[in-house]
């Protein structure tokens, strides 16, 4: 990296999120406790769906992947944050706040597009229950999947594509508990002003265009249905009901931090924290609660690994 762009930058220091010792004790218990029942939780549906023969279709394929999607989620800034917070000084290397903000942008824009194709996956259920396992059969479903991914990778190498090659020679302070792109080319040694207006409108208006796009597929589903039948118009909306509370959850505060024209440091981070802690765990709260074939299995699986305990 050295060689390439001229930096002299070895490793970033980040601020975090608070000095206060007693603060400091209330955010390890919490966070942890939401880190590791988000990871439990995410564990159990993936463990769930794939044991239990009766929940192998296709929405519940793409539920496992969004579960394991949000297991990375919470991994990709959660472990450090948490283990940063009794630092005096925390640091990250340069080579691995690049590999952190490669690995975030990929895992978001993955679980992006793998929304929206959840959102097919109902539509085509509800719109047309008749062709549903005929148009949503395993290649499909697998295709679909394959391309989220690679549409993940592409998005978070279109960001740090001109980014690693920028000059880093002084500053290395981020104002963050993880690094964050828009910050992390505040640090250049050059006016990086426009690349970073790019790349903050190019995530920005990517979840405002999905986030749109997907709200408006639940609308035209929602009257699509009431057309042809007001009865089945209540079935529609509570099974879209928790589609729609998962993406407004994870589009909220991308939409936000990087849209917001103003600086708000103390509300990015409280977004933040929410996006890589507490939705990870309410995602599988919110399908558990609201899914009573998931709840059937879960409770059968945990009778089984309880009942297997007591062998020994």
């Known amino acids: 990296m050295r060689g390439r762009n001229h930096s002299i930058v070895s490793e970033i220091v980040l601020v975090g999120l608070t000095s206060t010792l007693e603060m400091q004790l209330v955010l390890f218990l919490v966070f942890s406790v939401f880190y590791v029942a988000g990871i439990l939780g995410n564990l159990l549906i993936v463990i769930t769906l794939i044991s239990d023969s009766h929940l192998h279709s296709p929405m519940y394929f793409l539920l496992a992947n969004l579960s394991f999607i949000d297991i990375w989620v919470s991994s990709s800034a959660a472990p450090k944050m948490i283990s940063d917070l009794f630092k005096e000084r925390k640091v990250?290397?340069?080579?691995?706040?690049?590999?952190?903000?490669?690995?975030?942008?990929?895992?978001?824009?993955?679980?992006?597009v793998l929304l929206i194709d959840m959102a097919l996956?109902?539509?085509?259920?509800?719109?047309?229950?008749?062709?549903?396992?005929?148009?949503m059969n395993f290649r499909t479903c697998f295709l679909l999947l394959v391309a989220a991914w690679i549409i993940g990778i592409i998005h978070s190498l279109i960001q740090l594509v001109f980014v690693v090659n920028l000059p880093f020679c002084g500053p290395n302070e981020i104002d963050s508990f993880y690094c964050d792109l828009p910050r992390f080319i505040r640090l250049a040694c050059t006016d990086a002003y426009r690349l970073e207006l790019i790349v903050t409108a190019n995530s920005g208006f990517i979840s405002l265009g999905t986030f749109f796009i997907l709200i408006i597929s639940y609308i035209f589903?929602?009257?699509?249905?009431?057309?042809?039948?007001?009865?089945?118009?209540?079935?529609?909306?509570?099974?879209?009901?928790?589609?729609?509370?998962?993406?407004?959850?994870?589009?909220?505060?991308?939409?936000?931090?990087?849209?917001?024209?103003?600086?708000?440091?103390?509300?990015?981070?409280?977004?933040?924290?929410?996006?890589?802690?507490?939705?990870?765990?309410?995602?599988?709260?919110?399908?558990?609660?609201?899914?009573?074939?998931?709840k059937v299995s879960v409770r059968r699986l945990l009778s089984q690994i309880l009942s297997f305990r007591k062998l020994f």
């Open 221 to 294: 589903i929602l009257v699509t249905v009431w057309q042809h039948s007001s009865g089945g118009l209540s079935k529609a909306v509570s099974t879209l009901s928790a589609h729609i509370t998962v993406v407004v959850l994870f589009f909220g505060p991308c939409i936000f931090v990087y849209l917001w024209p103003l600086p708000t440091v103390p509300v990015d981070k409280f977004l933040a924290i929410f996006d890589v802690i507490v939705t990870p765990l309410l995602n599988p709260a919110i399908y558990t609660f609201r899914n009573k074939e998931i």
């Open 121 to 135: 996956d109902r539509y085509v259920a509800i719109c047309r229950p008749l062709h549903y396992l005929t148009i």
């Open 92 to 112: 990250i290397s340069f080579q691995g706040c690049i590999a952190q903000m490669f690995f975030i942008h990929v895992i978001g824009g993955t679980e992006m």
